[in-house]
């Protein structure tokens, strides 16, 4: 069974760029698609950032960085997607985006190229409803820095043609050489079922006075060997992005145990977002 040798990403944020980047870094040729130019131009340079870190950390020679950034280009056109074989959908983590990104993705792509979702927890089916091919959309979550972390998430659906679960999985291990864990199109699946009650707990553990950010975060920095505490991992993942999770995990459980902060919902009214917008329960600047 064949791998995928050109693929499109959509979006181009922390997860986006960081898809593209594995990609690229694997030999493949890469377009990427986002609609906003400045979201481009800071896409472009979290690209090259990251590049940057592993030749300087010796990860990658700068041949091997030449060739990556060659490999990568992007556009603001959905339709420049058509004649990739795989396409995986990174953009923001709310149901209506990524429905109309997936739709007009079935539109543009040949019957048989695969559309895959990046979602931390929205259900895979949910997407697949809005294309006319179900069974060769699927769920391929990646973890945040994705060039760092080995994990991939892969989700069929009730509906998802077992052959499309077999190649994502191939391409996920053989291709980008992360390890799959499979995990049934439940919200949150495996890891964010267990990380998004746990990081909630830990704003609210905030919000009642319990410890201030630095001595909860050092908690479990140093009481639990975690390379970094709860509030710290939050600002890395960003404020926005975890509410998100939070609401559809809510959603789709109905257990207060998933559902958002008020501190977590005030910090993104205020658009202190975490890392990516300079505050967070951390300053950045
Ligand atoms: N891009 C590329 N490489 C990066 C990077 C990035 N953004 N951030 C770190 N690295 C690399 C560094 O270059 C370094 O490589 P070398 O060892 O070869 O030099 C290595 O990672 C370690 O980095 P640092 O020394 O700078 O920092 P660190 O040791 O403190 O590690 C960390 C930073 C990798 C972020 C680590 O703290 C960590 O793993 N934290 C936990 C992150 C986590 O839990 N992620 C999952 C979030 S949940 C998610 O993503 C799913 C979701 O749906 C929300």
Same mark, same amino acid.
């Given at each position: &069974?064949?791998?995928?040798?050109?693929?499109?990403?959509?979006? +181009?944020? !922390? &997860?986006?760029?960081?898809? =593209?980047?594995? +990609? #690229? *870094?694997?030999g493949l040729?890469?377009?990427? =698609?986002?609609?906003? @130019?400045? =979201?481009?131009?800071?896409?472009?340079? *979290? !690209?090259?950032?990251?590049?940057? *870190?592993?030749?300087?950390?010796?990860? $990658?020679? %700068? /041949?091997?960085? %030449? #060739? =990556? $950034?060659?490999?990568?280009?992007?556009?603001? %056109?959905? #339709?420049?997607?058509a004649g990739r074989g795989l396409v995986i959908e990174a953009v923001i983590e709310r149901y209506d985006d990524k429905a109309s990104v997936f739709k007009q993705l079935d539109q543009v792509l040949a019957d048989d190229a695969v559309i895959a979702s990046n979602t931390s927890s929205i259900p895979i089916i949910d997407l697949a409803a809005a294309t006319s091919r179900p069974q060769r959309v699927v769920g391929v979550h990646f973890f945040n @820095?994705? @060039?760092? /972390?080995?994990?991939?998430?892969?989700?069929?659906?009730?509906?998802?043609? @077992?052959?499309?679960?077999? /190649?994502?999985?191939?391409? #996920?291990?053989?291709?980008?050489?992360?390890?799959?864990v499979l995990a049934r199109d439940r919200a949150g699946f495996v890891v964010n079922a267990l990380l998004a009650p746990y990081l909630v707990s830990a704003v609210r553990m905030l919000e009642a006075g319990v410890a201030s950010a630095e001595d909860i975060d050092k908690g479990m920095v140093l009481g639990c060997a975690h390379p970094m505490g709860p509030l710290r991992l939050l600002d890395l993942i960003g404020l926005d992005t975890a509410q998100s999770i939070a609401e559809s995990m809510y959603e789709e459980y109905k257990e207060p145990l998933y559902a958002p902060p008020p501190l977590l919902r005030r910090m993104v009214a205020a658009g202190t977002l975490g890392r990516k917008s300079g505050r967070g329960f951390y300053d950045y600047t």
């Open positions: &069974m064949g791998s995928f040798s050109k693929v499109g990403v959509v979006g +181009c944020g !922390l &997860m986006g760029a960081g898809i =593209a980047e594995v +990609c #690229a *870094r694997a040729d890469v377009v990427v =698609a986002e609609r906003d @130019p400045a =979201a481009i131009a800071s896409g472009r340079s *979290r !690209l090259i950032d990251s590049l940057d *870190r592993g030749l300087r950390s010796g990860k $990658l020679t %700068e /041949q091997e960085r %030449e #060739a =990556a $950034l060659h490999r990568t280009s992007f556009t603001s %056109e959905l #339709a420049d997607l @820095p994705v @060039p760092v /972390q080995r994990l991939v998430e892969v989700i069929p659906t009730q509906l998802t043609s @077992p052959e499309v679960t077999e /190649q994502i999985t191939t391409f #996920a291990e053989r291709t980008l050489g992360k390890t799959v």
